[in-house]
């Protein structure tokens, strides 16, 4: 029988943790969460000769934390990613029954991303295969959450700490060195309650929303465009979800905006805040009997990093070794956990696979790529270990 090559051992992780569901459930109450997929990756880990660490980051939800020790002399390296998918509803292949076709692998969390937790696995093993030692410590984070709170890599931040970090999110093996971030802001504007036909009692908390609907629109169409950043665009502002009233005849007392501000680097929520603030001020002046209010919910900054740092330089230059193609760098679409662990001081960097469908009907990730990504990681983390 022929040997299995490395491609072979890594569609067979990769089939295997496809079809281990693990939905977030904070995102579909009918998910199972991360904790099978994790044992599972635990077990390949202390098969690798790894330490590893399992641990909850809520219950039934944990982090895989596998080093490769090094001998001490060398700078340490995070490789990492998220376990979690997002839900199934109106996907039209079967999420957990993993098919291949074409040198791509189709079901939930293919391409996002247990193909980047499997070029992880697979960096370990093409270094491994070669009979290398590390100086400094290799590190593998596998962590719950990204698609809902982040949970994972909050905790996994203050349990760990490297001199660089790989996130294997989805980059069509492009090098990302930014994303944008965001925040979630409610506002609620005040009315009162009285019936239909009381024009001098009534005051219509709906119409008054349509105040602050107009300011959003300007903001997106022309305030927001006027600052651009050279690889991510602009910020840009869209409703969420919008609530108020009681009916036909009834002037509304109350109306809630749920709304998104997505940011460039250096904006931070309190600034999105007082953008708002400043715009209701203006609204409550022009009418005294406005009144609204505004919550910050929820903010997370965005990243940003640059071709000369060096995680950023190595893994470009491993990209050029094992590939013979210059590397190219570009933004991520959506936020990821990648502003976290910068945040804690650890120079990041995000490199994938190719595919397509995160998030959507159809998901499949592209086999050669995880093979790739395995390959490149490993030249790199070589490279900057020593
Ligand atoms: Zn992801």
Not at 117 to 131: C, N, P, R, T
């Given at each position: 029988m022929a040997k299995k090559t490395?491609?072979?051992?890594?569609?067979?992780?990769?089939?295997?943790?496809?079809?281990?569901?693990?939905?977030?459930p904070d995102i579909s109450s009918k998910g199972s969460g991360e904790a099978a997929v994790a044992q599972y990756i635990a077990q390949i880990c202390r098969d690798l000769g790894l330490s590893v660490e399992v641990y909850d980051t809520a219950p039934n939800r944990p982090n895989v934390i596998a080093i490769w020790h090094g001998t001490g002399e060398g700078k340490s390296i995070l490789l990492t990613g998220h376990t979690?998918?997002?839900?199934?509803?109106?996907?039209?292949?079967?999420?957990?029954?993993?098919?291949?076709?074409?040198g791509r692998l189709y079901g939930r969390g293919s391409f996002d991303m247990k193909g980047g937790?499997?070029?992880?696995?697979?960096?370990?093993?093409?270094?491994?295969?070669?009979?290398y030692q590390p100086k400094g410590d290799i590190i593998l984070g596998f962590v719950t959450d990204e698609e809902f709170a982040s949970l994972g890599t909050e905790s996994m931040v203050k349990h760990v700490q490297a001199d660089a970090a790989i996130l294997t999110e989805p980059s069509s093996l492009k090098i990302g060195i930014a994303h944008r971030g965001f925040a979630a802001l409610t506002i609620t504007t005040y009315g009162v309650a009285a019936h239909g036909s009381l024009y001098d009692e009534g005051r219509d908390a709906v119409r008054y929303m349509g105040r602050v609907l107009d300011i959003l629109d300007r903001m997106e169409s022309d305030v927001l465009p006027l600052?651009?950043?050279?690889?991510?665009?602009?910020?840009?502002?869209?409703?969420?979800?919008?609530?108020?009233?009681?009916?036909?005849?009834?002037?509304?007392?109350?109306?809630?905006?749920?709304?998104?501000?997505?940011?460039?680097?250096?904006?931070?929520?309190?600034?999105?805040?007082?953008?708002?603030?400043?715009?209701?001020?203006?609204?409550?002046?022009?009418?005294?009997?406005?009144?609204?209010?505004?919550?910050?919910?929820?903010w997370r900054s965005a990243f940003e990093t640059t071709p000369e740092e060096p995680i950023v330089r190595q893994l470009g230059e491993a990209f050029q070794t094992v590939t013979n193609q210059p590397p190219q760098y570009d933004a991520m679409f959506g936020w990821l956990d990648s502003a976290l662990i910068a945040e804690a001081s650890i120079p990041t960097v995000i490199f994938g696979t190719g595919g397509?469908?995160?998030h959507a009907t159809v998901e499949y990730v592209e086999l050669a790529d995880v093979e790739l990504c395995a390959k490149v990681m490993a030249q790199c983390v070589k490279e900057w270990v020593g």
């Open positions: 490395l491609l072979d051992t890594l569609t067979d992780y990769l089939k295997q943790m496809v079809s281990i569901e693990s939905v977030n979690d998918v997002v839900g199934v509803e109106n996907m039209t292949i079967p999420p957990f029954e993993p098919t291949i076709k074409d937790l499997v070029a992880i696995l697979g960096a370990v093993m093409v270094l491994q295969s070669e009979g600052n651009t950043h050279p690889l991510l665009g602009r910020s840009s502002v869209h409703g969420g979800l919008l609530n108020g009233g009681v009916g036909y005849s009834t002037y509304p007392d109350q109306c809630t905006l749920t709304f998104e501000h997505r940011t460039l680097p250096n904006e931070t929520g309190d600034m999105v805040l007082e953008i708002w603030e400043a715009a209701l001020d203006r609204l409550r002046e022009k009418d005294p009997e406005f009144k609204a209010d505004i919550k910050l919910d929820f397509a469908g995160a």
